[in-house]
């Protein structure tokens, strides 16, 4: 967001698109996800987590993408991917936008919502297990060997 001749600020929904557009190349995998699962108005059984994971053969990485819709503090989701076919994995980086308001908003003024870092995410093999706090968006690389 702008102001003219003013200020310059970036908006909550900025970052997962732009991760997405850094980290998002490649061969997309098939993930295979159980999720508790949620009815709202227009749709039954959604999934509270959903995923997308993308290799990406230049940088050898796998590039986890996960959302947990849960609104309530207390519904952190265990999260874990087995990446077969692949060994020796690391966490290189596992950012996180989450927050408990859904409609907190940057402003010129303040910017609430920015990816944290978390050091928490480990691989044990070729899986990956980390929590997912509500209404989070997070971004996991993992280097391959």
């Known amino acids: 967001m702008t102001e003219p001749n ?8 900025y970052y997962p698109f732009q991760q997405a557009a850094v980290y998002g ?3 997309v995998l098939r993930d295979n996800i159980n999720s508790p699962v949620y009815n709202c ?7 509270y987590v959903e995923s997308v994971v ?12 996960a959302v947990n819709r849960a609104i309530n503090a207390d519904e952190h989701m ?6 077969q076919g692949f060994e ?27 990816p944290k870092p978390i050091t928490t995410t480990t691989v044990n093999g070729n899986k ?3 929590i997912l706090k509500p209404l989070s968006w997070n971004m996991i690389r993992i280097g391959l060997k």
């Open 25 to 27: 190349r490649g061969i």
């Open 54 to 65: 993308v290799f990406n053969p230049e940088k050898n990485e796998a590039i986890i993408f």
């Open 6 to 13: 003013g200020d310059v600020w970036k908006q909550t929904t």
């Open 78 to 83: 265990d999260f874990e991917v087995e990446l």
């Open 41 to 47: 108005e227009e749709f039954n059984d959604v999934p």
């Open 88 to 114: 020796g994995a690391n966490v290189i980086e596992h950012s996180e936008l989450a927050g408990s308001d859904i409609k907190e908003t940057n402003t010129k003024l303040k910017s609430p919502v920015t």
């Open 128 to 130: 990956v297990n980390a």
